[in-house]
């Protein structure tokens, strides 16, 4: 099957997790100022969940241009806790006061995913999960960042759930997938429906 999904993202993980979905793809880089638009949408006083929503959009739609009879697929994820807007931490003391913050509480991963096709948006999914956090030390927080910075960095909330950021959590209600930073159920289902991919 000639290739026909553009993946709108240097991410490794949502690469990765296509592929392990066996959809093949190639990934583009739409290189979007995206803490610009966060902080642009938020002054406008946009809710939190536009937010990812707008930068999917952008990110499919700017990739689209250079592809224009793929199926592009833009991605972007947003943690939203206590009426503020988090995103890749930039340093770890960034990371460690982050935690500290969300430590014994809930925050919320809003996950949206849109796919274009000749300039057109044909598809767009938001969804979110909660996830409560277990009460941590400022000593566990310290070594948990220390341990795990060069492969959380660039992470939104600054962890993996499905490694060693399991580890602080004592609940999480929402879909896997989409807290990895792809609704893929979603996104299979669509590709499905328009016979991109077999069963």
């Excluded at 290739?3 to 993980?13: H, K, N, R, T």
């Excluded at 000593?139 to 992470?155: A, L």
């Excluded at 209600?173 to 077999?198: W, Y």
């Amino acid at each position: 099957m000639p290739l026909q999904i553009v993946l709108a993202s240097s991410s490794p993980i949502r690469s990765q997790l296509l592929t392990n979905a066996d959809i093949n793809h190639e990934s583009i880089s739409p290189q979007i100022d995206e803490e610009s638009v966060k902080m642009s949408m938020l002054s406008e006083k946009f809710l939190h969940r536009e937010i990812p929503d707008a930068l999917a959009d952008m990110k499919a739609r700017k990739v689209n241009l250079k592809r224009p009879r793929n199926y592009v697929l833009g991605c972007d994820q947003v943690l939203s806790f206590e009426g503020k807007l988090y995103s890749k931490p930039k340093s770890k003391l960034d990371l460690e006061k982050q935690l500290q913050e969300m430590s014994g509480k809930t925050h919320k991963l809003i996950s949206a995913a849109v796919i274009y096709k000749d300039m057109k948006p044909k598809w767009r999914h938001v969804n979110s999960a909660k996830l409560s956090m277990r009460v941590l030390s400022d000593y566990d927080v310290k070594k948990y960042v220390d341990r795990n910075w060069e492969s959380v960095n660039y992470c939104t909330g600054g962890y993996e759930i499905d490694r060693k950021g399991a580890h602080l959590f004592e609940k999480i209600e929402g879909d896997f997938f989409s807290i990895l930073g792809m609704p893929l159920l979603e996104i299979i289902g669509f590709l499905k429906l328009r016979g991109i991919l077999d069963t």
